[in-house]
């Protein structure tokens, strides 16, 4: 056996070269989605250029290629998980669409009136929302299995909750968030005792454990390519013969058929049932190459590695000041959730971004955990073979630089003025705002060209990023009983709330807040534009350019950018309001 070596098998990542923001990618990430080895990048081009024809239909040499590969990646996953059959591996577009089909067959054939579905408290959305669908439909119940305060499901809690009302349980092999590996063996003995299907959302641990469905004597078991160093847009549903046999298809049309009339349908056999219309074969067959991967000595001596890493990380981790872990004790998965003591979620996430470290912030798809933690969201580090001690060691650093640097600024002026050298931009972005003529409002008001000169100063998103947390100390924040679902903006994933506050008919003035530091200079971005003009001037402010000529639009995440897509919407509904109120008493 060869040594295994780090760099080398980095190299096979052609993505964590990248620079980010003037900084080496560091990348963070993997829970939501892993990046891909050349093998993979190879085999989806190679597809592409050399076998690039419809499986299973055609009477041609391309396609018989194609349809070759497309079922030897079938027969590679089946045995990558211990399946009896590659017909009993299904291909989905996701581990959320497996689910998704289990609770649309399955489900209402298994459940009734007064029955029960158990999940647990720690589970993705994906492992929720469907069984919760169908629970309401049948008028059967949701019931939530308990934790330890170690994150796991507790099992002496638990098996109690287990009785002859129970047709499915449906538990996550390890939480996204928590990444502690679930007793599943004694929770699936009871489930069989009381003949419960049992369904398992393996997304999480199937590229860090070997799962062999067999031996778990697990029903169904679900998970996704792209979290597994696979390709995007395909997943995989394991589930015993006769269970896949018995339940109606799920979605109708090409290759899921035998024979069609106008009078009968005749439907085909498993796993081709539900595989209607032309699959996603390019993922399909790099998902073989991808088991490849996996299965080859580097990547079973990178799990090696990682094992040491998770403690690595977990003794950096825990000697940060003021880092608060969700449950007690380090993770079995490198999946690291936390809070900072008087620190907002998105705001370190947002600091890490501009220093080129990518990591999580929010609620990640688990509110009802969040909910059970009583939290609104942490941070998410979590890591995979490929990530090193030397990138852990930067992540901590910068952390701590993050909270070196806010108890700095706690001494500094709360407005940026406080450079001297600096533009000024108005302080009281409050009711007191004077009214200002079109001719001067917007695009065309001192805060904005100030505001302007800041920006284009500030070179590189890491000063702009200061800047943004410098605007949004400066906000004045809204009384606490007006930070109310009254005055929340909808589609931000942190907490906004934006007020119009009544001056004069010829001028608009708004107040607003944020739980995070980062919006709420977001917001003061926006306040300073738009207070002080007519509901018509508001209405015509191309926001995105303003944004844009700011440097920011290209350095805010997806999230955060539909977060201040919903602010600025709501900004010009209420001047839309008021507009049309005015209009009506006139």
Same mark, same amino acid.
């Given at each position: 056996?060869?040594?295994?070596?780090?760099?080398?098998?980095?190299?096979?990542?052609?993505?964590?070269?990248?620079?980010?923001?003037?900084?080496?990618?560091?990348?963070?990430?993997?829970?939501?989605?892993?990046?891909?080895?050349?093998?993979?990048?190879?085999?989806?081009?190679?597809?592409?250029?050399?076998?690039?024809?419809?499986?299973?239909?055609?009477?041609?040499?391309?396609?018989?290629?194609?349809?070759?590969?497309?079922?030897?990646?079938?027969?590679?996953?089946?045995?990558?998980?211990?399946?009896?059959?590659?017909?009993?591996?299904?291909?989905?577009?996701?581990?959320?669409?497996?689910?998704?089909?289990?609770?649309?067959?399955?489900?209402?054939?298994?459940?009734?009136?007064?029955?029960?579905?158990?999940?647990? #408290?720690?589970?993705?959305?994906?492992? /929720?929302? +469907?069984?919760?669908?169908? =629970?309401? @439909?049948? !008028? *059967?119940?949701? &019931?939530?299995?308990?934790?330890?305060?170690?994150?796991?499901?507790?099992?002496?809690?638990?098996?109690?909750?287990?009785?002859?009302?129970?047709?499915?349980?449906?538990?996550?092999?390890?939480?996204? #968030?928590?990444?502690?590996?679930?007793? /599943?063996? +004694?929770?699936?003995?009871? =489930?069989? @005792?009381? !003949? *419960?299907?049992? &369904?398992?959302?393996?997304?999480?641990?199937?590229?860090?454990?070997?799962?062999?469905?067999?031996?778990?004597?697990?029903?169904?078991?679900?998970?996704?390519?792209?979290?597994?160093?696979?390709?995007?847009?395909?997943?995989?549903?394991?589930?015993?013969?006769?269970?896949?046999?018995?339940?109606?298809?799920?979605?109708?049309?090409?290759?899921?058929?035998?024979?069609?009339?106008?009078?009968?349908?005749?439907?085909?056999?498993?796993?081709?049932?539900?595989?209607?219309?032309?699959?996603?074969?390019?993922?399909?067959?790099?998902?073989?190459?991808?088991?490849?991967?996996?299965?080859?000595?580097?990547?079973?001596?990178?799990?090696?590695?990682?094992?040491?890493?998770?403690?690595?990380?977990?003794?950096?981790?825990?000697?940060?000041?003021?880092?608060?872990?969700?449950?007690?004790?380090?993770?079995?998965?490198?999946?690291?959730?936390?809070?900072?003591?008087?620190?907002?979620?998105?705001?370190?996430?947002?600091?890490?971004?501009?220093?080129?470290?990518?990591?999580?912030?929010?609620?990640?798809?688990?509110?009802?955990?969040?909910?059970?933690?009583?939290?609104?969201?942490?941070?998410?580090?979590?890591?995979?073979?490929?990530?090193?001690?030397?990138?852990?060691?930067?992540?901590?650093?910068?952390?701590?630089?993050?909270?070196?640097?806010?108890?700095?600024?706690?001494?500094?002026?709360?407005?940026?003025?406080?450079?001297?050298?600096?533009?000024?931009?108005?302080?009281?972005?409050?009711?007191?705002?004077?009214?200002?003529?079109?001719?001067?409002?917007?695009?065309?008001?001192?805060?904005?060209?100030?505001?302007?000169?800041?920006?284009?100063?500030?070179?590189?998103?890491?000063?702009?990023?200061?800047?943004?947390?410098?605007?949004?100390?400066?906000?004045?924040?809204?009384?606490?009983?007006?930070?109310?679902?009254?005055?929340?903006?909808?589609?931000?994933?942190?907490?906004?709330?934006?007020?119009?506050?009544?001056?004069?008919?010829?001028?608009?003035?708004?107040?607003?807040?944020?739980?995070?530091?980062?919006?709420?200079?977001?917001?003061?971005?926006?306040?300073?534009?738009?207070?002080?003009?007519?509901?018509?001037?508001?209405?015509?402010?191309?926001?995105?350019?303003?944004?844009?000529?700011?440097?920011?639009?290209?350095?805010?995440?997806?999230?955060?950018?539909?977060?201040?897509?919903?602010?600025?919407?709501?900004?010009?509904?209420?001047?839309?309001?008021?507009?049309?109120?005015?209009?009506?008493?006139?």
């Amino acid at each position: 056996m060869t040594q295994f070596s780090l760099p080398e098998f980095r190299a096979q990542f052609p993505i964590l070269q990248q620079v980010i923001n003037g900084c080496p990618l560091i990348y963070c990430d993997n829970a939501a989605t892993t990046q891909k080895p050349l093998p993979v990048i190879q085999a989806v081009a190679n597809q592409l250029e050399q076998s690039n024809a419809n499986v299973h239909r055609g009477a041609h040499h391309l396609s018989a290629k194609a349809t070759t590969c497309y079922e030897n990646s079938r027969d590679k996953v089946a045995a990558y998980i211990n399946a009896p059959a590659s017909e009993q591996i299904i291909w989905t577009k996701g581990t959320t669409e497996s689910i998704n089909l289990l609770a649309s067959t399955i489900g209402p054939q298994r459940v009734f009136k007064g029955d029960e579905i158990l999940l647990s #408290v720690a589970e993705h959305h994906a492992n /929720i929302v +469907p069984w919760q669908q169908l =629970a309401k @439909q049948c !008028n *059967a119940k949701l &019931v939530i299995l308990p934790l330890d305060d170690k994150g796991r499901i507790d099992v002496a809690k638990s098996l109690p909750l287990v009785t002859d009302k129970c047709k499915f349980m449906c538990i996550n092999h390890a939480s996204n #968030v928590i990444g502690k590996v679930n007793p /599943i063996e +004694p929770l699936f003995a009871k =489930a069989r @005792q009381v !003949n *419960a299907i049992t &369904v398992l959302d393996a997304a999480q641990t199937v590229a860090h454990l070997n799962i062999d469905v067999q031996a778990i004597d697990v029903d169904f078991l679900a998970f996704s390519a792209h979290k597994m160093f696979g390709p995007a847009g395909l997943g995989v549903l394991y589930g015993r013969r006769d269970l896949l046999e018995s339940m109606p298809a799920y979605q109708y049309g090409g290759e899921m058929i035998k024979k069609v009339t106008f009078e009968h349908t005749q439907l085909n056999a498993i796993p081709h049932k539900f595989e209607a219309g032309t699959p996603n074969l390019t993922a399909v067959i790099a998902m073989g190459t991808c088991i490849d991967f996996l299965m080859a000595q580097p990547y079973q001596q990178a799990l090696v590695h990682e094992k040491k890493l998770i403690s690595y990380a977990y003794t950096k981790l825990s000697a940060i000041p003021g880092l608060q872990w969700l449950v007690a004790e380090c993770p079995d998965l490198p999946i690291f959730s936390f809070t900072l003591k008087s620190q907002h979620h998105q705001d370190l996430a947002s600091y890490l971004d501009s220093k080129g470290i990518a990591v999580r912030s929010g609620h990640h798809c688990a509110m009802p955990l969040m909910q059970h933690l009583q939290l609104e969201g942490s941070v998410r580090v979590s890591l995979a073979p490929y990530n090193s001690a030397q990138e852990v060691d930067i992540l901590v650093r910068f952390i701590n630089e993050y909270l070196v640097s806010d108890m700095a600024e706690q001494g500094e002026s709360e407005s940026p003025q406080s450079d001297s050298n600096a533009a000024p931009i108005a302080e009281d972005v409050n009711a007191d705002a004077p009214s200002r003529s079109d001719e001067n409002s917007g695009e065309n008001s001192p805060d904005w060209l100030a505001l302007k000169q800041r920006f284009a100063q500030a070179t590189g998103w890491d000063a702009k990023h200061r800047e943004i947390m410098l605007l949004g100390k400066a906000l004045p924040r809204m009384p606490k009983t007006e930070r109310s679902d009254e005055y929340l903006v909808a589609g931000c994933e942190s907490n906004a709330w934006l007020k119009m506050v009544d001056t004069n008919m010829t001028s608009l003035t708004y107040t607003a807040d944020s739980d995070a530091r980062v919006i709420r200079g977001l917001l003061h971005i926006i306040l300073l534009i738009t207070n002080g003009c007519s509901a018509k001037h508001i209405d015509n402010l191309d926001f995105g350019s303003m944004f844009d000529e700011l440097g920011l639009i290209q350095h805010l995440s997806p999230s955060r950018g539909n977060g201040l897509l919903a602010i600025v919407k709501r900004v010009k509904e209420l001047a839309k309001n008021r507009d049309k109120n005015e209009n009506s008493q006139q």
